[in-house]
């Protein structure tokens, strides 16, 4: 697009809102202070890098076979690059205890070491990165259906042993990175069916997690996420909402919202403000649920915006943190991360170039129409002017321009795989 084109657009957003109260500059260097953590398993369908060729279980599931998925951890690290050049602004990279650098070694997940994930942190600090990450109670061969809350004390042991150990690399990428590492547990126990025991299980999982936590690390930082359902666990989670909350609000621990893992009515973004009345923070898993699947390309629709917008109207943006996760194997991958990333973004922007000011005030003043009609104007103010300034100034893509960058890149390099 013609710079000159954007440039005209930009300067007459600016006067639209600010006729509206709202200023264009504090929101734009607002958005570029936000950073996402990308999830590093859209590259290659949650495979990871463990030497066993087992599938993917835990009651998720990638569908789709579109050619050029990620075969290796170089192929991964080049496609996240050329994602996060289309994606404006800097931001962290999510990991999986999977995804370690184990050269070719077999090594079980009650044995993974932060060297294994060394050559991860120098890559990250070499292209400014921070990491985050996750311990993998799935695709294994004592995932089963239940991990750490399972009744065999063995089994139990065993992924208490490798959520430990993934606390322990976590804080080590924190120290490393100088900034604390955000490490998220979710695990995929639960049932098929009816389960009597319901109680049981919760209380294994309870105990689970007071073991994995009783040590205090100072550069990482815990959270766990809950989900309604998995595929082939439908009737039973473990980890449930409720459950997690308890969990985290007694043990002060970061409660993950997977936008993908409640029921189809409930709206995630109403719990931002009662969740962090209890909690310090929150970790967000931004996704898009269609039927039974919880992870498809997040969009700009209406459940993302309003996640968005409520972050803002809650003055929690430093509180919050945003994290993607889904994994479509049915498109192109690397366009999964930017079509996902920037809606995200656009979200964002939106939520920060709101008329908040004049809203609250009309809604203090039980102005109820006003406070609606601004609502409603201000959804077709010129958001996009000032988005595609903000990608101009990050020297990204402006635009569905990025399409071509990535056909191009299929053309030079997945599609070669
Ligand atoms: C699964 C959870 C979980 C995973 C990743 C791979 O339903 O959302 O966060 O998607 O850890
Ligand atoms: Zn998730």
């Given at each position: 697009?013609?710079?000159e084109?954007?440039?005209?657009?930009?300067?007459?957003?600016?006067?639209?809102?600010?006729?509206?109260?709202?200023?264009?500059?504090?929101?734009?260097?607002?958005?570029?202070?936000?950073?996402?953590?990308l999830?590093?398993?859209?590259?290659?369908?949650?495979?990871?890098f463990?030497?066993?060729?087992?599938?993917?279980?835990?009651?998720?599931?990638?569908?789709?076979?579109?050619?050029?998925?990620?075969?290796?951890?170089?192929?991964?690290?080049?496609?996240?690059?050329?994602?996060?050049?289309?994606?404006?602004?800097?931001?962290?990279?999510?990991?999986?205890?999977?995804?370690?650098?184990?050269e070719?070694?077999?090594?079980?997940?009650?044995?993974?070491?932060?060297?294994?994930?060394?050559?991860?942190?120098?890559?990250?600090?070499?292209?400014?990165?921070?990491?985050?990450?996750?311990?993998?109670s799935?695709?294994?061969?004592?995932?089963?259906s239940?991990s750490?809350?399972?009744?065999?004390?063995?089994?139990?042991?065993?992924?208490?042993?490798h959520?430990?150990?993934?606390?322990?690399?976590?804080?080590?990428?924190?120290?490393?990175?100088?900034?604390?590492?955000?490490?998220?547990?979710?695990?995929?126990?639960?049932?098929?069916?009816?389960?009597?025991?319901?109680?049981?299980?919760?209380?294994l999982?309870?105990?689970?997690l007071?073991?994995?936590?009783?040590?205090?690390?100072?550069?990482?930082?815990?959270?766990?996420?809950?989900?309604?359902?998995?595929?082939?666990?439908?009737?039973?989670?473990?980890?449930?909402?409720?459950?997690?909350?308890?969990?985290?609000?007694?043990?002060?621990?970061?409660?993950?919202?997977?936008?993908?893992?409640?029921?189809?009515?409930?709206?995630?973004?109403?719990?931002?403000?009662?969740?962090?009345?209890?909690?310090?923070?929150?970790?967000?898993?931004?996704?898009?649920?269609i039927?039974?699947?919880?992870d498809?390309?997040t969009?700009?629709?209406?459940?993302t915006?309003?996640?968005?917008?409520?972050?803002?109207?809650?003055?929690?943006l430093?509180?919050?943190?945003i994290?993607?996760?889904?994994?479509?194997?049915?498109?192109?991958?690397i366009?999964?991360?930017?079509?996902?990333?920037?809606?995200?973004?656009?979200?964002?922007?939106?939520a920060?170039?709101?008329?908040?000011?004049?809203?609250?005030?009309?809604?203090a003043?039980?102005?109820?129409?006003?406070?609606?009609?601004?609502?409603?104007?201000?959804?077709?103010?010129?958001?996009?002017?000032?988005?595609?300034?903000?990608?101009?100034k990050?020297?990204?893509?402006?635009?569905?321009?990025?399409?071509?960058?990535?056909?191009?890149?299929?053309?030079?390099?997945?599609?070669?795989?």
């Open positions: 697009m013609k710079e084109l954007i440039k005209k657009a930009y300067e007459i957003a600016v006067e639209r809102y600010a006729a509206v109260g709202v200023d264009v500059e504090k929101a734009m260097e607002r958005l570029q202070q936000i950073q996402l953590s999830h590093c398993w859209q590259a290659d369908d949650v495979s990871g463990e030497c066993a060729d087992g599938e993917l279980s835990g009651g998720i599931q990638a569908t789709g076979n579109y050619p050029g998925k990620a075969r290796n951890m170089e192929e991964l690290r080049q496609d996240i690059l050329k994602a996060t050049s289309m994606i404006p602004g800097k931001h962290r990279l999510n990991l999986h205890a999977i995804y370690g650098d184990f070719g070694e077999k090594v079980d997940r009650d044995q993974i070491e932060p060297k294994h994930f060394r050559t991860w942190m120098e890559w990250a600090k070499e292209n400014e990165m921070k990491l985050d990450f996750n311990s993998s799935f695709s294994h061969p004592l995932s089963g239940l750490l809350s399972n009744p065999d004390e063995n089994i139990r042991q065993f992924w208490i042993e959520t430990k150990r993934c606390r322990n690399i976590a804080n080590e990428m924190g120290k490393f990175q100088d900034d604390p590492c955000i490490m998220n547990l979710w695990v995929h126990d639960g049932s098929k069916d009816q389960t009597v025991c319901r109680m049981k299980y919760r209380e999982l309870k105990d689970s007071d073991q994995i936590y009783a040590v205090d690390y100072k550069d990482m930082k815990d959270c766990i996420e809950s989900k309604v359902f998995g595929i082939g666990l439908e009737s039973y989670t473990v980890g449930s909402n409720d459950f997690y909350i308890g969990y985290g609000v007694s043990r002060n621990k970061i409660i993950t919202l997977d936008t993908g893992h409640f029921h189809p009515t409930e709206s995630v973004a109403d719990k931002i403000s009662s969740l962090l009345l209890y909690t310090s923070e929150i970790m967000l898993h931004v996704s898009r649920p039927r039974w699947d919880s498809h390309v969009i700009m629709n209406d459940d915006l309003e996640l968005a917008k409520e972050i803002v109207r809650c003055d929690a430093d509180r919050v943190h994290g993607l996760d889904y994994f479509d194997a049915s498109i192109n991958r366009g999964a991360y930017v079509v996902g990333s920037r809606a995200t973004q656009k979200c964002l922007m939106q920060l170039l709101e008329p908040l000011a004049k809203l609250r005030e009309y809604e003043n039980d102005q109820l129409f006003e406070r609606l009609a601004l609502l409603e104007e201000s959804k077709s103010l010129p958001w996009n002017a000032v988005w595609d300034m903000f990608c101009l990050n020297n990204v893509p402006v635009g569905n321009e990025f399409i071509t960058e990535i056909e191009k890149y299929e053309a030079e390099v997945t599609s070669k795989r």
